[in-house]
């Protein structure tokens, strides 16, 4: 044993590296939240807690909720249009229908994010290919405005979350013991019953992990909102964005970010909870 | 209406036909020509290697895979176009399949509520299987928090619940201990006669194919190798492969040396041996044969041998188990012979390395024409 974990060490070093510098970040984080806002100057003054009693404003819960609501509605949407896919990634029979939907699931992650927002702001534009199509279909007179909307925002993020929900759902679908499937129709289950009753209940964790990671990972997003939101549609990220680089209040900027953390973790720890008690129930068999 | 309909299926003599079923996959015959009638409450094992397409007919009756060809007949009716969720039918899969996100409870009451019972109906019937099951006071429990054991009775549990037309066990016992496993044989006979339930049982275990049936189905490369009761099966193999796969015995090539009414001589290498004429053999004289005898017919010989059937060989080893003894012997022209004693005085008796007279006992001897020659 002893003789193996000088191997063991140089694995961690990259870890290592990452999480000190990462720390290092973090405390400067906290460490400016703490400081006094001088304006008209990036230099910061001394220590006061005014920083934390500014973020009591309604505004701030505002985009604080609306953050919320907008995380939950992409993870909500990314899930219900995952899931189909997911399924018929493992399950169809044919193995090119298989590639084809791993390589449309995958291929969105290789675009850049900024290039592919731009691609929604031709889209969802008001001159755009889904107003255009609506228009010549007759199902609209008039262009409906979906940029610069929430409705657009959450649209352009769930395409962004799905490649991760879909790869987690996959993982869990592919990992139900089928049998119980057979069993469930063996006793008379139609397969809608199959599906709802034991297909879904055993996917269960990989539905609501990939919720949770979606849920968190769109929580921190912030170029998607910045350019279609354009301004009209505040995430905490955006508003972070603009109290450290439009006002260089540096300091307020830093108590956002961790305010916008404590609600992230806050969040993850609840569902976390709620997984590990199904996970619990669901374990072995 | 549902008592009418009862006695209509247990008045059909078969409740259950296999017709001329195939499947392939590929250029590969899993299930080659089988057909195979199961008589209503009768209990049907089949028995073969892995490998040699248990699974896949039984998985036909269930409707999980569509036959290639040929058709299943379920309680008089055709339902080889029928959708498993109609075809009423329980089964119990290896992997035992419970649902782990129900207690035992609703593990045992899904397939009632998939024919809308009431639920004082559902209450009912599924604490009366969890009594016969011996799962009473579990009801509740996840099925994580049960034994291997339990979980199995839990699955038998939800499959009869459904009094289904024919109730499907593939290798249900495979994954217990031995001393599990035997209990849950005895489990399973019970079961049986309490139910009267129609049943197939899958198994490539010939000790436990034995006991649990009635008929036992003899498989192998996907074809039907012979169907027999338990003891006939066991005297009377219809074929080599038969004959290696039921219990152990040896294989001895053999000439027809002289054949008359009462007897039939055997030439074996340049030994002579002679067993009583049975009526159904009719091989002439010169004619190979392969000579079947099982190891507890062969013994220590004594004087009152008087030198019939006797042969000298070598003891190689001796494998004691307690109730018996099976010993190894090396026979000059005969090769190497299994040889079954009660007990384990014989591992004192004759020492490894120690030549040793031993007589055949022929009365029970098997012998088939030797198709290689
Ligand atoms: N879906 C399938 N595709 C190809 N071959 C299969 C398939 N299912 C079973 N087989 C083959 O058919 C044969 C019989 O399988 P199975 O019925 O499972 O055997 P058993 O249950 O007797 O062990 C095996 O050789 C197996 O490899
Ligand atoms: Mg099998």
Known sequence: ?285 | MMHQKMTAITALEHSVEIKAVSKTFGSFHAVNNVSLPIRTGEFVTLLGPSGCGKTTLLNMVAGFIDPSAGAIHIGGVDVTDVPVHLRDTGMVFQSYALFPHMNVFDNVAFGLRQRKFSKSEVTHKVMQTIEMMKLSGMEGRRISQLSGGQQQRVALARAIAIQPKVLLLDEPLSALDKSLRAQMQVELIEMHRNTGLTTIFVTHDQGEALSLSDRIVVMNRGQIQQVAEPIDLYRNPANGFVASFIGEINALPAAIYQASDREISLAIGNIRMTAPRRAEWQFGQGEMVQAFVRPEHIRIATSADAGCNVVTGEVLTHIYQGSHTITRLRVDGLGPIEMRLPGGDVVGRVPVGMPTQIAFDLSQVILLADKSS
Not at chain 1, 108 to 119: A, D, H, K, N, Q
């Open chain 1, 1 to 285: 044993m002893t003789r193996q974990r000088p191997f063991f060490v140089q694995f961690l070093v990259p870890a290592v590296l990452v999480a000190v510098i990462f720390a290092a970040a973090m405390f400067n984080v906290l460490k400016y939240s703490f400081l006094e806002f001088v304006p008209g100057s990036l230099n910061v003054g001394g220590f006061t807690l005014e920083n934390f009693t500014r973020i009591n404003r309604p505004i701030y819960y505002w985009v604080l909720l609306d953050t919320f609501i907008l995380s939950f509605a992409t993870a909500f949407f990314a899930l219900l249009l995952s899931y189909p896919i997911s399924f018929a990634l493992v399950r169809a029979e044919r193995n090119w229908v298989r590639s084809v939907l791993v390589v449309l699931a995958i291929t969105p992650l290789f675009t850049g994010e900024i290039v592919r927002t731009y691609s929604w702001m031709l889209v969802l534009g008001s001159d755009g290919v889904v107003n255009t199509a609506l228009k010549s279909l007759g199902i609209i007179d008039r262009s409906v405005p979906i940029m610069y909307t929430r409705v657009g925002v959450v649209i352009a993020l769930v395409q962004f979350a799905m490649p991760v929900m879909i790869i987690l759902l996959a993982t869990a679908i592919s990992q139900i013991n089928r049998d119980c499937e057979k069993a469930a129709a063996n006793l008379g289950a139609t397969p809608n019953t199959v599906f709802w009753w034991v297909t879904i209940p055993l996917t269960l964790p990989g539905i609501l992990s990939g919720f949770v990671v979606v849920f968190a990972w769109t929580m921190s997003a912030f170029s998607t909102p910045q350019l279609i939101g354009g301004g009209k549609v505040l995430m905490i990220s955006n508003v972070v964005y603009l109290q450290g680089f439009s006002s260089f209040n540096l300091p307020f900027a830093a108590v956002l970010s961790l305010v916008a953390l404590v609600a992230a973790l806050g969040s993850l720890a609840l569902m976390k909870l709620l997984t590990a008690r199904l996970e619990q129930n669901m374990a072995t068999s």
